[in-house]
């Protein structure tokens, strides 16, 4: 169903395909005697300071890979053989032809197959690892590469022309990977090539200066046009259309950075990775525009907000979708790639202390600003806070040294939600560089797979499903209706103990969830549902070997040990809920204790989870006199809580 906003938005996109149709009638030809040069820093530093480093090895040996075809893309690997059919899904082995991009139902699965899988490809993010490899090594067979790929796409995807044209964002990506091409390896090309190359993305402008997603994504697919349309202004200042498309570029990346981000720094799709995404690219438009002081001091909320989430561990907790994809060097783990991000930001802002180290450097930092000094300063220092609620995401962040908790007790993303899932009050938990309690992230987006919904759904996080039914319903593959009231009710932190109570009401329940960490051992969970004729399940999925060490005792990898006391509860891995999804395309089994309780009008369920493996632990006793509620740990722990009705818990067994 398409919704319009009325007359402003039929008139602009009657504008979009009317200039559409000009550039499929004309397209555009770079003027003669015009030598447009990518405004990034000279590559020649970065590439002497990454000699002999175990980032160059990385990047050598993804680049031998490349040279194969074997693409390592999302979390697959694709073998395209010998000559690359760029408007393929090799997964699925569907491909789409050359019509005017508009015609193409990109949408639809069963006819072209995943579009996420070809665009990624298409992106040409693999062709920059060859143009960096070419500089540590000299060797000419990348620099082949790199031409007859270029050739290749450009003689198979005509302007306009077929699917790998359907998405601004996409474009956008590519016309920055070409840019990247050009200041990397341009002079070696020879002039002809390297000419076919600046053409191209001259007309990957004037398509992105008409196809902006200012109605269809207002989001980071607004926001990476935006940032790519003002670095192609810069590139190609002096000709046709440059001035044009850096002030238009400018001017929506600074209401973007307004409009898509939090006065307390997170962004506001509610995703923990999309954060990543879009830190990065405010992060590189700052590297190239003149940013505002208030548009810095955003950028360092986002870092401080990205840093609380990783916390010690430096790994991404996968809070809401995971698209699989990045901004700038898609490459190794996914859950790693803030420490680079982290690191970009500290050079950019002078903040060497804490929020980045010194190794994260070399992915995005040396290449943004070169491996030298950084290039601004924000004032004063600030001293690093392990336990922190942040108001606008409804993220509470609970610490103590090496130990970290993440709970999701704030509202659905903007629009329908697209990006969040009916996690609502879910706990992500780490202890000593160990995954304890796991989000399993988001394995698809195709709508056609049922994987898509079970992977975003409510049985897929670690909090509470009542009657069967997730804490939304589905709208589509990017949708919710009928989002849950989710809100904060106390928190509480000090250097002994925190305490969040928080609740989530929808269809016809209250989920109420109070949670209670005793620093550094202990984190107590106690839910309270109401509601008619309750079938309340508990979940929770983690991460590593688990075994049953007494009855409701769980032993996690020899790190930590989850207690609950639902009614018999199940150890599972895969089945219908037991997966995690490292990266997009990607799914695995994973272990999985589900506790169930029924109830007229009441159930209660309590849980703890110790940051100690302890085989000899006993179990967990819940009891409720008058107001109050107490959990008992039993065994060599021998630890107690007492959970008044409102109000900060209270330890009363030592």
Known sequence: MVRWHGPSEIAFRLRQETRNLALLARPPKLPEGANPRA???????????????????????????????????????????????????????KETGTDYFRKIPYLDASLTGDHKIIWELNRHQHLVLLAQAYRLTERREYLDEI??????????????????WASALEVAFRALSWMWVDHLVGEFLGDAQRRRLLEGLYRHAFHLEANLSVYFSPNTHLLGEAV???????MFRGTAGAERWEALGARIVGEEMERQVHADGSHFEESSYYHVYALDMFLFHATLAQPSKQYRNRLECMAIYLEALVGPSRLIPFI??????????????????????????????????????EDELHELAFWWLGPGLSTGHIE??????????????????????????????????????????ADSL????RANGHDLLIDPGTYTYAGDSPWRDR????????????????????????????????????????????????????????????IFFLKPDFLFILDDIEGDRIEAEQFWHLRGEVEECASGCFRIGGAGTLIVNGDAPELTQGAEFGW???????????????????????????????????????????????????????????????????????????
Not at 147 to 164: A, E, K, Y
Not at 603 to 608: D, I, T
């Open 39 to 93: 405004p990034f820093p000279d590559p020649a530093a970065a590439v002497e300071a990454l000699r002999s480093t175990a980032t160059a090895d990385k990047i050598v040996a993804w680049a031998d890979q490349i040279a194969l075809h074997r693409f390592p893309l999302l979390g697959l690997e694709i073998d395209t053989g010998r000559e690359i059919h760029w408007r393929r899904d090799y997964i699925n082995d």
């Open 147 to 164: 031409g007859n790929q270029l050739d290749s796409w450009l003689q198979t995807n005509p302007l306009q022309c077929g699917i790998n």
């Open 228 to 234: 790519a349309l003002h670095a192609l202004g810069v």
């Open 320 to 357: 809401g979708d995971d698209d699989g994809g990045r901004f700038f060097h898609p490459y190794g783990p996914r859950d790693g790639f803030a420490g680079a991000t982290l690191a970009a930001c500290g050079r950019f802002l002078s903040q060497p202390e804490g929020i980045y180290r």
């Open 380 to 421: 004063g220092k600030r001293e690093r806070v392990d336990s922190v609620r942040f108001a606008d995401a409804g993220i509470v962040v609970m610490g103590s040294g090496a130990t970290q908790c993440i709970i999701d007790a704030g509202s659905f993303g903007p629009f329908r939600g697209g990006h969040s899932h």
């Open 426 to 429: 879910s706990i992500v938990a």
């Open 455 to 514: 992977f975003r759904g409510t049985a897929a996080h670690n909090t509470v499903r009542i009657g069967g039914l997730d804490q939304a319903e589905p709208a589509g593959s990017f949708g919710w209706r009928n989002p849950p009231q989710v809100e904060i009710l106390h928190w509480q932190t000090d250097v002994s103990a925190d305490f969040l109570d928080s609740s989530c009401r929808y269809r016809g329940f209250v989920h109420r969830r109070r």
């Open 580 to 654: 995690r999804s490292p990266a997009y395309g990607w799914k695995e089994p994973a272990p999985l204790i589900i506790s169930r309780r029924r109830g007229e009008a009441a159930v209660q369920f309590g849980a703890v989870l110790a940051f100690s493996a302890n085989p000899a632990a006993g179990g967990l006793v819940v009891t409720i006199a008058g107001r109050e509620t107490e959990m008992i740990l039993t065994g060599p722990w021998n630890s107690a809580v007492r959970f008044p009705n409102a109000g900060m818990p209270v330890p009363v067994l030592s």
